[in-house]
């Protein structure tokens, strides 16, 4: 039986309820891109009566960090392979998490990757909704227009506070725990920033997780003939784009005997990229099934439903065959 802390974020509920994950009700503390997992070990040792929840983009990260919290037998911590955009806006309900740490994260210092920095102005408005009040931000780093950036935007919501008149300290907290990056920079007599915020009252306006989830396989059947071979013989890539969603659709795999496809799609729903596969199938003499493949276990949004629902309709309207039942969820 594995032990592992790893959770998958796809079997999670859009919010979850993290007291039922944990086991216990206690405090829940997340750091934000934990690295190679040192600090999150020794803060997790630290409080024992806290929950500590480990947010990562990097799979090599989270299995290293997973090994060696097994290894130590720390029980109060579990980890996720997933961009904490993502993670805060949609696993958190609002007013749930204590602390967020975030040590040393990505400065991404050109200004076309804004939208990448942690902590810019979106990132601030979700935390505004999901921190408790009393809840602390605490974020170190060594890079000054990062530091003045993140000041900058935590600035526009009066509802946060700093520790620190001007925004930030100079030097890490005597007892804050060294991370990798922290030891690296220490030793290259680099500056290090420490910033603290705290959220002071719940805001006006609440986040609303942007990615809509629903839990049925969509499906659409259809009745009459048609080849697929030659139905999309001359299939050009459909694009759609709208409401914070994008779909592409194709290539397509189609069956020599024309009587079953595949169609690969990517997909977006604000952040969320997915790469999913829709299958086309007869089920018998005049009736179609066109549904969601299990392939890569797609987490099913509106994006990906629109895909189901383009390809039924493309099928629609290349052959004799009409739709007879559109079980996307789609108006
Ligand atoms: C510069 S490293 C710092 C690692 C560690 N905190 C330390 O101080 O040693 C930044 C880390 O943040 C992770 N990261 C970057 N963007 C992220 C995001 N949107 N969500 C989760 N993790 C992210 C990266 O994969 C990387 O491991």
């Known amino acids: 039986m594995t032990n592992s802390r790893i959770l998958n974020w796809k079997e999670l509920s859009f919010p979850t309820e993290w007291s039922e994950v944990f086991g216990r009700s206690c405090p829940l503390d997340v750091e934000i891109g934990f690295g190679d997992g040192r600090f999150l070990f020794q803060i997790a040792l630290a409080y024992p009566d806290r929950n500590f929840l480990g947010i990562e983009l990097a799979w090599q990260f989270v299995r290293k960090a997973d090994r060696k919290l097994q290894e130590a037998a720390i029980e109060n911590v579990r980890l996720l392979q997933l961009d904490a955009f993502i993670a805060l806006a949609c696993l958190f309900p609002d007013d749930s998490i204590d602390r967020i740490y975030s040590n040393f994260p990505d400065p991404w210092p050109k200004s076309r990757h804004e939208k990448r920095r942690l902590f810019n102005r979106e990132f601030v408005e979700i935390l505004c909704s999901k921190l408790k009040i009393g809840g602390k931000v605490y974020i170190a780093t060594d890079n000054a ?4 950036f993140v000041i900058e935007n935590f600035s526009q919501f009066d509802e946060f506070v700093s520790a620190f008149e001007n925004g930030f300290r100079e030097g890490l907290p005597q007892s804050y725990p060294l991370t990798k990056y922290a030891e690296k920079w220490l030793k290259l007599n680099r500056k290090l920033y420490f910033l ?3 959220l002071k009252r719940k805001p006006s306006k609440r986040f609303v997780c942007p990615i809509e989830r629903s ?3 969509p499906h659409v059947f259809l009745k009459g003939e048609v080849d697929l071979l030659k139905a999309f013989s001359d299939f ?5 784009k709208a ?7 194709g290539p397509i795999f189609v069956r020599p005997d024309g009587r079953e496809a ?4 990517h997909t977006v729903d604000w952040r969320l990229t997915q790469r999913i596969f829709i299958r086309i199938k007869r089920k018998s003499e ?8 299990h392939i890569g276990h797609p987490v099913v949004t509106k994006s990906v439903k629109t895909a189901v629902k383009l390809i039924a309709q493309a099928i629609a309207s290349k052959a004799d065959i009409e ?7 789609l108006e």
Not at 236 to 240: G, K, M, V
């Open 262 to 265: 595949l169609v690969e799609a």
């Open 215 to 217: 839990k049925t396989m």
């Open 286 to 293: 005049d009736t179609w099934l066109v549904k969601l493949d």
């Open 243 to 249: 409401d914070g969603i994008v779909v592409k659709l």
């Open 323 to 329: 739709i007879t039942s559109d079980r996307t969820g």
């Open 236 to 240: 050009q890539t459909i694009e759609q």
């Open 196 to 198: 603290e915020f705290e």
């Open 145 to 148: 227009d990062f530091r003045n």
